[in-house]
Structure formats: structure tokens, C-alpha cells
């Protein structure tokens, strides 16, 4: 009995010595992709690209970066100025419903996440995209329950109206 118990201790001794000694020089494995945030150039290019003729891959792909870089107002603008069938597209939808909410505009985001959420109940979108627009619905309309206008002011309420729609959609279905 004691033997074994000594084992174990060395085995797990080993184990730490081991960690210890290479885990600095181990790099973590990345489950995502990194995030490329589109610098100044690839900024000008997207624009350019949306200048030349607003596609919905051009007016998605522009209004993504300018949420990447923070700037929600200028994604609104640019999904606003798309023509009305890329407007439709849940993508854009979806884009819009995150430009919204970053400005403070709980009800209108809603109303964008629900767009997003019935195009997508038609069977027209990537799993990712139905799951992503599903859970943002939820999400929103948690927090016009909760009356929260601006997410910016009440941090407790959005926090609270997070976790509340969190336990409506549990499992998503891949196709």
C-alpha cells in the first residue's frame, strides 16, 4: 500500500516537473482563428470596394470592419445606404441588429434581430448565422423586458438580461 502510494506521488511529481519545466515553451493551441481587425489600408480597400457598387459581400464585409474598429455609426450608415434586397439579407440584418445595440438603440436592434431571425427560419442561412441571430434575438428581447434603453448606462440589467436569455436557447441544430 505504501509502495503505491509512493508511486503515484512520483508519477504526479514527474508530471509537474514536466509541466513546469516546458510549459512556458509550449504554445497554447488556438480554437478560433485570430480576429484580423482591418488596418488603415484594408479599410480604404473595403471602402473602395463599396464605392464601386454596393454588393452585399462589399456592404457586409465594410460594415463588419467598422464594428471591429468601434465605430457603429458609420456600419448604420453603411447598411442604411445599401440597396433594400442586400438590406434584406440576414447578414446584413444581423449587422445592423449589433450597430444598433452598440448605439443604444435597443428597439430598433431588436426589430433588425428579428428580421435576421425570421430569414433565417426559412432554412436560407449558414448554421452560424441562425444560431448567432437567434441568440442575439433572445438576447434583445430580454433586455426591452427589462426596459433597458441605453445598454451603456445599466451594466447590471444587461448583465441580468444576458444570463435570463442564455437559458431560452440551449441547443442550436446543425444541418
Same mark, same amino acid.
Given at each position: 500500500?505504501?509502495?503505491?502510494?509512493?508511486?503515484?506521488? &512520483?508519477?504526479? @511529481?514527474?508530471?509537474?516537473?514536466?509541466?513546469?519545466?516546458?510549459?512556458?515553451?509550449?504554445?497554447?493551441?488556438?480554437?478560433?482563428?485570430?480576429?484580423?481587425?482591418? &488596418?488603415?489600408? !484594408? @479599410?480604404?480597400?473595403?471602402?473602395?470596394? #463599396?464605392?464601386?457598387?454596393?454588393?452585399?459581400?462589399?456592404?457586409?464585409?465594410?460594415?463588419?470592419? #467598422?464594428?471591429?474598429?468601434?465605430?457603429?455609426?458609420?456600419?448604420?450608415?453603411?447598411?442604411?445606404?445599401?440597396?433594400?434586397?442586400?438590406?434584406? @439579407?440576414?447578414?446584413?440584418?444581423?449587422?445592423?441588429?449589433?450597430?444598433?445595440?452598440?448605439?443604444?438603440?435597443?428597439?430598433?436592434? @431588436?426589430?433588425?434581430?428579428?428580421?435576421?431571425?425570421?430569414?433565417?427560419?426559412? &432554412?436560407?442561412?449558414?448554421?452560424?448565422?441562425?444560431?448567432?441571430?437567434?441568440?442575439?434575438?433572445?438576447?434583445? !428581447?430580454?433586455?426591452?423586458?427589462?426596459?433597458?434603453?441605453?445598454?451603456?448606462?445599466?451594466?447590471?440589467?444587461?448583465?441580468?438580461? #444576458?444570463?435570463?436569455?442564455?437559458?431560452?436557447?440551449?441547443?442550436?441544430?446543425?444541418?
Amino acid at each position: 500500500m505504501r509502495f503505491g502510494l509512493f508511486v503515484a506521488n &512520483g508519477v504526479v @511529481l514527474a508530471g509537474v516537473i514536466w509541466t513546469v519545466g516546458l510549459g512556458p515553451s509550449v504554445k497554447a493551441s488556438q480554437l478560433l482563428p485570430p480576429r484580423a481587425t482591418a &488596418g488603415l489600408g !484594408e @479599410l480604404a480597400a473595403l471602402e473602395a470596394r #463599396y464605392a464601386e457598387g454596393r454588393t452585399p459581400a462589399s456592404v457586409t464585409a465594410l460594415a463588419a470592419a #467598422y464594428l471591429e474598429r468601434e465605430q457603429p455609426g458609420l456600419a448604420s450608415s453603411a447598411l442604411e445606404a445599401a440597396p433594400r434586397e442586400v438590406r434584406e @439579407l440576414p447578414e446584413a440584418a444581423h449587422l445592423s441588429a449589433r450597430a444598433l445595440l452598440r448605439r443604444g438603440r435597443v428597439h430598433d436592434a @431588436l426589430a433588425a434581430a428579428e428580421q435576421a431571425s425570421a430569414a433565417c427560419a426559412t &432554412g436560407g442561412c449558414p448554421a452560424w448565422l441562425e444560431a448567432k441571430s437567434e441568440r442575439q434575438r433572445a438576447f434583445l !428581447e430580454q433586455l426591452v423586458a427589462a426596459g433597458v434603453e441605453d445598454p451603456q448606462i445599466d451594466a447590471t440589467a444587461v448583465r441580468a438580461a #444576458y444570463e435570463r436569455s442564455a437559458s431560452e436557447v440551449r441547443l442550436v441544430a446543425m444541418r
